[in-house]
């Protein structure tokens, strides 16, 4: 019998706010456990609750980044249930009247290779609401310590409908979404740092079966890779206990990363078990028109639309803008860069350059990851001078090369570089067919020279080789093929 998965996903992403949700208390990743609390994070008596405006205004423009519709009135609730990283023994978060409703979110599926544009497609949303985060607990074999650092930072719920139907949606969907919070600068989204976190709730259903199967939640996952592995050993699971004639229970089980297994934490919640009820220390919050049409100036140009343009109207292949676009830092660094050429070059030259040889050194070394671009010493207006470099005939690709390796080590111009290193391109035509001349008289060559002779036309590039090294890398290749052709026709 086929089964058909349906999966939905709850992400919570910490709003990048300088105070937490309902206090002036600060909130950072790394301070000292305990040292960002204040009355209102502890939940003392007598303190009241205040909201962030700012993190109201940045859940307004993800709901417009993901073409929600946004409330006109949105109010917040008490979310009660004991646990002892929450001093109120409640969450305040919103429950039936959120700040967005619906929206959607574009996703790209794998290609049939690397070189191919996969299919995309919208993912809808059911809504996005804002809340409180939790504190964070630490267990030891006999004790458990417990921070408030993170009690009460602003945190956006982002709730899926049950739209996704295998690991590999989900993956697309995560990597989008965290992409398009990036790019609108809303949440740094690192999920090591628990500034974006997953639950999925996942369910299956015989093929054409209309009825949505008894769903089960996995809780609490903290990579995008993870979550994949997760969902798809999860509905492997429930497909065999289907077919072995088990009943699927709905429950909440965790994702263990070192067994890649999931077991059962406990039975799953109902809304009505938390007891929802109006917060009643804060007022509801309107969202006028006019603030929405201000609001939808700040929104960026999402990394998919972004690509799309680099493609159309720049003429760049999906290899380069799959590699540029989904980082905006890099994307924008690229825009610049090409736009200090003048337009004297082809964006594809410029783009090779960050996408394949910035990267390259960028990574290189690296054993935690990719060097972030802010820490490089290179600034876009380097990769436009490289390029107009080669463009002008100033230097060759070859030494482009050398060039770019020394100037992102020491941070020089390329002009410079070229200067103080007398690597200006071979243009002494004379002296070039001297070398030509005597690379094609050394009989190590014959063999090649006569299969050139007789028709193979590749055979020749076994001498480019020896005379570019000759001329030190100096000397335009095409150049070379030129008299080499001359030389020997």
């Known amino acids: 019998m086929e089964f058909t998965a349906d999966i939905g996903l709850e992400v919570h992403v910490q709003l990048k706010t300088k105070s937490k949700m309902f206090t002036r208390a600060p909130y950072h990743y790394g301070a000292e456990p305990n040292t960002l609390t204040d009355p209102v994070v502890l939940a003392l008596p007598g303190v009241l609750p205040v909201m962030n405006k700012e993190a109201v205004r940045k859940t307004v423009l993800l709901g417009l980044l993901c073409k ?11 979310k009660n249930y004991f646990y002892p990283d929450s ?13 967005c409703e619906g929206g959607e979110v574009e996703i790209e599926m794998l290609g049939a ?21 939790v504190g964070k607990l630490t267990h030891f074999a006999n004790d458990s310590l417990v921070d408030y650092n993170r009690a009460g930072a602003p945190l956006c719920e982002i709730v899926t409908e049950p739209d996704m139907h295998n690991a590999d949606e989900v993956f697309a969907f995560l990597t989008a979404l965290r992409n398009n919070i990036l790019a609108a600068g809303l949440s740094d989204c690192d999920m090591e740092k628990g500034q974006m976190r997953c639950d999925a709730n996942i369910s299956v259903r015989p093929k054409g079966q209309k009825e949505l199967g008894v769903k089960v939640e996995l809780k609490n996952m903290n990579t995008i890779s993870g979550v994949r592995n997760a969902v798809a050993y999860e509905i492997k699971r429930q497909i065999h206990a289907v077919t072995s004639g088990e009943a699927i229970h709905q429950q909440t089980r965790r994702w263990d990363p070192s067994t890649q297994v999931t077991t059962k934490m406990r039975d799953k919640e109902e809304s009505h078990d938390y007891r929802y009820f109006p917060e009643p220390d804060l007022m509801p919050v309107s969202i006028g028109k006019e603030q929405l049409k201000v609001l939808a100036k700040e929104l960026p140009e999402l990394p998919f639309d972004r690509q799309r343009r680099f493609m159309e109207t720049l003429d760049l292949p999906y290899t380069l803008t799959s590699v540029l676009c989904p980082d905006k830092e890099l994307a924008d660094f690229f825009e610049e860069a090409l736009e200090d050429t003048g337009g004297k070059v082809a964006p594809k030259a410029v783009a090779n350059l960050i996408a394949n040889d910035l990267l390259r050194e960028l990574s290189g070394g690296e054993e935690e990851g990719r060097l972030p671009l802010s820490e490089c010493k290179l600034a876009p207006a380097h990769i436009a001078e490289l390029t107009l470099l080669v463009e002008d005939g100033v230097i060759t690709k070859q030494i482009a090369q050398t060039i770019f390796t020394e100037m992102y080590a020491t941070g020089k111009m390329p002009s410079t570089l ?17 070398i030509v001349r005597e690379v094609a008289a050394d009989p190590k060559h014959e063999k090649a020279i006569s299969q050139f002779k007789e028709g193979n036309t590749k055979a020749i590039n076994s001498l480019i080789g020896p005379i570019m090294k000759a001329t030190q890398g100096k000397a335009d290749p095409r150049k070379i093929q030129e008299m080499l052709a001359k030389v020997l026709g």
């Open 418 to 434: 070229v200067e103080e290193k007398g690597l200006q391109a071979h243009n002494d035509d004379g002296e070039l067919e001297s």
């Open 68 to 78: 929600c519709k946004i409330a006109e009135r949105c109010k917040w609730d008490r």
């Open 113 to 133: 290779s690397r070189n191919v544009m996969g299919e995309h497609r919208m993912v809808q949303l059911t809504r996005i609401h804002l809340e409180e985060d």
């Open 87 to 99: 001093p109120k023994n409640y969450q305040l978060s919103q429950y039936d009247q959120p700040i």
